[in-house]
């Protein structure tokens, strides 16, 4: 059974940029699936970030899209988002997930990590 | 891409059935069979319930259904027990990208 942990700092300034990895283990990140980020402002609802598959092929949330870099690491059998030039408005838990291939859904979650945007 | 929409609460006796609806565009709900369904306990990460309008994982009990109408989907919850109290989540593929809902409370009375 895939797992998915994320992990990076749980602090960052004002306009800087958020950078977090997802370490996926109990499955291949070169398996037939997307990974993609979600996060959930506090007490709000989630909002899909983006995704990447193997290959390095990406989408990106139109809104987010500016700020946000999704990569792969396949000898590390992981995957990272940035997102710069944040602001208050992006502290939130971030939670990675795997999109299985074929049904195009939220299959596998990690167990989110908050990140708060302060000085 | 603005959010799908959902009703903020919904509650029902245990025993009951409710129905969460899920409205959004005929560039999402409209147009892919492509709609899956989140339930998330305080403190813990979604998990998924519904996928593909109406097909449930393994593990997930039979009293959750899906189903899509033009424009909205709807998640039905059957039977309803303590253990339902969450928020759902729907979700909808929309070309090369996700839109989540708004999300419902679900209080079992």
């Known amino acids: 059974q895939v797992q998915l942990q994320e992990s990076g700092p749980g602090l960052v300034k004002p306009s800087g940029t958020l950078s977090l990895t997802c370490a996926v283990s109990?499955?291949?990140?070169?398996?037939?699936?997307?990974w993609s980020w979600v996060r959930q402002p506090p007490g709000k609802g989630l909002e899909w970030i983006g995704e990447i598959y193997h290959s390095g092929s990406t989408n990106y949330n139109p809104s987010l899209k500016s700020r946000v870099t999704i990569s792969v690491d396949k000898s590390k059998n992981q995957f990272s988002l940035k997102l710069s030039s944040v602001t208050a408005a992006d502290t939130a838990v971030y939670y990675c997930?795997?999109?299985?291939?074929?049904?195009?859904?939220?299959?596998?979650w990690g167990q989110g990590t908050m990140v708060t945007v302060s000085s | 891409q603005s959010a799908l929409t959902q009703p903020a609460s919904v509650s029902g006796s245990p025993g009951q059935s409710i129905t969460i609806s899920c409205t959004g565009t005929?560039?999402?709900?409209?147009?892919?069979?492509?709609v899956s369904w989140y339930q998330q306990h305080p403190g813990k990460a979604p998990k998924l319930m519904i996928y593909?309008?109406?097909k449930r994982p393994s593990g997930v009990s039979n009293r959750f259904s899906g189903s899509k109408s033009g424009n909205t989907a709807s998640l039905t919850i059957s039977g309803l027990q303590a253990e339902d109290e969450a928020d759902y989540y729907c979700c909808s593929y929309a070309g090369t990208y996700y839109v989540f809902g708004t999300g419902t409370k679900v209080t079992v009375l």
């Open positions: 005929s560039s999402d709900v409209g147009s892919y069979n492509l």
């Open positions: 109990g499955g291949s990140i070169s398996s037939s699936n997307w």
């Open positions: 593909e309008v109406s």
């Open positions: 997930t795997m999109v299985r291939g074929v049904i195009l859904a939220f299959d596998i």
